[in-house]
């Protein structure tokens, strides 16, 4: 019952969104000329100008731009690159990578919007500098309507990183583990409770210490072993480009239909798994982005970009390791198709043998554990909003919800995870849309005044 719920919510909310988010992206980038593509390079130099990985500067007057960026892609390299990629593979076909891409490209626009707005609007709460669209949404939606989308939007924002964030990426470690060492889920999720309530109650500090030097390397690891499985399978990356066109318009035609997927499928999943991937729209990172120490808020638009643009690569290496290994349409035990963690697994145990799995779930450990710390501090956030001057005291209940998620998430079946994070992240990027909309005028002002 509530599993079919579920699915209907999502097919009419994704087919609204689909319009939406792509729309929204496609808008911001004609208003702001194109500025994925004419302000890259600036944004790369912009981004590795103010390297540290000492965990200094970051505190509650806020953080470096770099600080913000490994925070903000603790959040987006997750999961979802490499369990939601393949899980978008199965159910929407190779195609489903191509949109991926796309919504990518127009996401740039969308998510330079969402940290431009969030740096020009940040605040500061009982000492600490915070800021997100909660701001920037009653800038934009002003009186008691503003505050009214404003608090929806912080409730939804928890709900969906906080609590069904933290299940997500917890199911998909357990999974991991399970799979590749024979470890107990539940095992599992006490161990990575337990480490994250010593993080969580450390603070922005200790948080940004472990995230900036975390996030750099597991993405490096990732790339690396992902480079050796494409040059060992490189005769076959002509033929993974085109099942990924082919897919993208023509689906039926891939596989022998195997999967027996839609063009509205291939778009939906594509760019659902897209945004729960970079997060562009969706309104999360804009937390980390506010509170950098910035001299002007675009410039932290520009950093926002990178980080959507190397979460593409990530996403475009998984698709090319699990394409060109052949394992996509591959039936497990029980006789279903492979998805998820599992599918990666197999790609890298066609190369790697025994020790494929291992290396995807050690990876896929560093990648989920710390979107679990970034989607906490955006969560955070939102709870010292909602709770004002009772933040301190609030703040501790928050920490300990989120780790009786964390071991609850061992628990579940990986797809009706899957598919509950899929609704609430929908729901949760509407009202940020809304203000990114409707504030466009305002960033295309800030923008010229940078240039």
């Not at 210490?209 to 750099?216: C, G, L, R, T, W």
């Not at 998820?340 to 989920?368: D, R, W, Y």
Request: proline share 3%; with cysteine.
């Amino acid at each position: 019952m509530i599993i079919e719920l579920v699915d209907n919510i999502n097919e009419i909310l994704w087919t609204v969104l689909l319009f939406i988010l792509v729309g929204t992206g496609v808008f911001l980038t004609f208003r702001l000329k194109f500025v994925q593509v004419r302000s890259f390079k600036k944004a790369i130099k912009n981004v590795f100008g103010n390297i540290t990985l000492k965990g200094s500067g970051a505190g509650k007057d806020g953080m470096s731009s770099f600080q913000a960026m490994a925070t903000a892609m603790s959040a987006q390299l997750g999961t979802g690159n490499i369990g939601g990629l393949a899980s978008a593979l199965v159910v929407g076909g190779p195609g489903a990578a191509f949109w991926m891409c796309v919504s990518a490209f127009f996401g740039m626009a969308t998510i330079f919007t969402e940290a431009t707005l969030a740096q020009k609007y940040k605040s500061t709460i009982n000492g600490y500098v915070v800021g997100g669209p909660v701001y920037y949404i009653k800038a934009a939606i002003n009186g008691t309507w503003g505050k009214i989308t404003a608090a929806i939007f912080a409730i939804l924002l928890i709900l969906a990183l906080g609590f069904m964030g933290s299940i997500v990426q917890a199911n998909s470690i357990s999974v991991a583990f399970f799979e590749a060492f024979g470890v107990n889920k539940i095992i599992v999720g006490v161990i990575l409770a337990v480490i994250s309530i010593f993080i969580f109650l450390g603070g922005i500090k200790r948080i940004v210490a472990i995230v900036e030097k975390v996030v750099p390397l597991m993405a490096a690891i990732y790339i690396l072993f992902g480079l050796i499985i494409v040059v060992m399978r490189i005769t076959h990356i002509p033929e993974v480009i085109r099942l990924v066109i082919l897919g993208a318009f023509c689906p039926q035609a891939v596989l022998g239909g195997i999967l027996g997927v839609s063009v509205k499928e291939a778009i939906r999943y594509g760019v659902a798994r897209g945004l729960f991937s970079n997060e562009a729209g969706m309104g999360s990172t804009p937390h980390a982005h506010a509170v950098a120490k910035t001299y002007h808020p675009c410039e932290q638009g520009l950093t926002a970009m990178v980080c959507v643009f190397v979460d593409t690569i990530i996403l475009i290496m998984s698709t090319l390791i699990i394409l060109s290994t052949g394992v996509l349409g591959t039936q497990g035990e029980t006789g279903n198709f492979l998805t998820s963690v599992a599918l990666t697994q197999a790609a890298f145990s066609s190369v790697f043998g025994i020790l494929g799995p291992m290396i995807v779930a050690v990876t896929l450990a560093c990648f989920a554990y710390t979107t679990i710390v970034g989607w906490y501090y955006f969560g955070e956030s939102n709870v010292r909003y909602l709770s004002g001057k009772f933040s301190p005291k609030t703040v501790p209940i928050y920490a300990i919800i989120v780790a009786i998620c964390i071991i609850f998430g061992t628990t579940l079946e990986p797809g009706f995870v899957w598919e509950v994070a899929d609704m609430f992240v929908g729901l949760v990027a509407l009202p940020n849309i809304i203000a990114l909309l409707i504030l466009n005028k305002m960033v295309v002002s800030l923008n010229k005044d940078f240039k």
